[in-house]
């Protein structure tokens, strides 16, 4: 016994030594629906290498991605065809400017020159990235998630390359931390796709600036609700849904190879040498008009329960402060809650095309500074660390019944909330908001 007791100890602290790495590694499946339609898809995670393998889509496969979050770039293959394609994080220059942080001095861009010597043309591209940590959390699959709200709105300049029309993206999901993969977070959008016909302009080239505020990270997401809309809000044009969510999620042993190029393929430097040939575009065109037909003919827009109320959201009223269609977006989040359903609409005229039962008209008639006093102790208490301001609003709600055009109550707003501008106007209109839905439960 005792000549085998050192073999014994040196197999158990192997042994003790791999299992945390094997902790590491992750298979989940997840589905995405989209306009009625939905696609699972299998990915794999270990360290900081994740492999997603999609399902089809309107018919079609998608190429199979690698993140090596390592080397900073991502891996497309094809699998039938025996290709891939590398595409590295940051490709083009990108200014970031955080404005929760003191202002500070942007860079001057360096112009850059064609082969030619000529000095490239190009517009700006403005990323305004927005998060917001709910701090709701709960244990999903073992693990802590917590909710999160992201808007992210691109808008191009006039003389902007790749593209013209200004479109928002807004998600709403629950996050969780997988120990050791960590990849960047894109502000900015992939290159918009060009006709085949049409010749790239090699002399063109945007640049990118990024304008964050808020408080939060991301992660893996669990579950998330993505919402795009292209064109301008005011008068919009397209909007387009997708939603995830997670199936199944297990920890086991993989393979290494998942997250490496496969032996025997053919690097291509054309990504769309991997789509099978295709109107995508025109593909998405079909569906979005067919979504719009059958909104148009069903005899009333369904509810997500039985006895449900849907509530239609206008944006609130407000001065330049804060953000009306952030607002707008918290309010349908928080009172989208049991038996109510709220959806965003821009006049009473789409909530009644949208079935809604009630309409929610909001205006912040003031909104003063404070002292900051109060909210500077608590931060030094670290009972609030984002609470550095203190603004006093006054403002007034209305929930109207739209059957009838009647007033299905009122509530007034006067207080003093912390937090930064946009924050504390939120807390004011969920609080009344909250009051209000109370009488139509």
């Not at 600036?209 to 998330?224: A, D």
């Not at 039962?357 to 009972?383: P, R, W």
């Not at 509530?411 to 004011?428: F, L, P, R, S, T």
Request: with cysteine; proline share 5%.
């Amino acid at each position: 016994m005792k000549k085998y007791l050192p073999g014994f100890i040196a197999l158990l602290i192997i042994c003790c030594s791999v299992s945390p790495t094997h902790s590491q590694e992750y298979k989940i499946r997840q589905s995405t629906g989209m306009m009625g339609m939905k696609t699972e898809s299998t990915i794999y995670v270990k360290g900081m290498r994740k492999r997603t393998e999609p399902g089809t889509m309107m018919g079609m496969s998608q190429p199979i991605t690698i993140e090596q979050c390592d080397l900073q770039r991502t891996i497309k293959i094809n699998d039938k065809k025996k290709l891939y394609y590398i595409d590295s994080f940051y490709k083009q220059p990108e200014e970031i400017i955080d404005e929760d942080e003191p202002v500070k001095k942007a860079a001057v861009p360096v112009k850059e020159k064609t082969v030619l010597g000529e000095t490239k043309k190009g517009g700006v591209i403005t990323i305004y990235y927005s998060i917001r940590d709910t701090g709701e959390r709960k244990k999903m699959y073992g693990l802590t998630a917590r909710h999160v709200w992201t808007t992210q709105k691109m808008k191009a300049s006039p003389d902007a390359c790749m593209m013209k029309d200004s479109f928002m993206i807004k998600t709403d999901g629950w996050y969780i931390d997988l120990p050791k993969f960590n990849c960047p977070v894109r502000y900015r959008p992939q290159q918009v796709q060009r006709d085949p016909k049409e010749k790239p302009k090699l002399d063109c080239k945007d640049r990118f600036v990024t304008r964050r505020k808020g408080k939060g990270k991301l992660g893996f997401p669990l579950i998330e609700t993505t919402t795009i809309i292209m064109g301008d809000q005011a008068a919009q044009t397209t909007e387009m849904k997708t939603d995830l969510e997670t199936l199944d999620f297990s920890m086991e042993k993989l393979d290494s190879m998942l997250f490496e190029i496969p032996p025997g393929y053919t690097e291509t430097k054309n990504e769309e040498d991997l789509q099978d040939k295709f109107d995508m575009s025109g593909m998405l065109g079909d569906v979005m008009n067919k979504a719009k037909r059958d909104m148009k003919t069903k005899p009333a827009a369904e509810k997500q329960t039985a006895n449900g109320i849907r509530l239609g959201i206008l944006p609130p009223k407000a001065d330049e402060q804060v953000q009306a269609a952030d607002l707008q977006q918290q309010l349908v989040n928080t009172l989208t809650t049991g038996n109510i359903e709220a959806i965003a609409v821009s006049s009473e005229e789409e909530a009644r095309t949208m079935k809604c039962d009630y309409l929610l008209n909001s205006e912040l008639s003031k909104i003063k500074s404070g002292s900051k006093v109060g909210g500077l102790l608590k931060a030094i208490k670290n009972t609030d660390p984002n609470a550095l301001s203190s603004f006093s609003i006054e403002g007034s709600m209305e929930l109207t019944k739209l059957s009838d055009g009647t007033s299905a109550g009122k509530q007034k707003i006067d207080g003093k909330y912390e937090g930064k501008v946009n924050d504390a106007a939120g807390k004011a209109l969920e609080g009344g908001g909250m009051k209000l839905i109370d009488k139509i439960q």
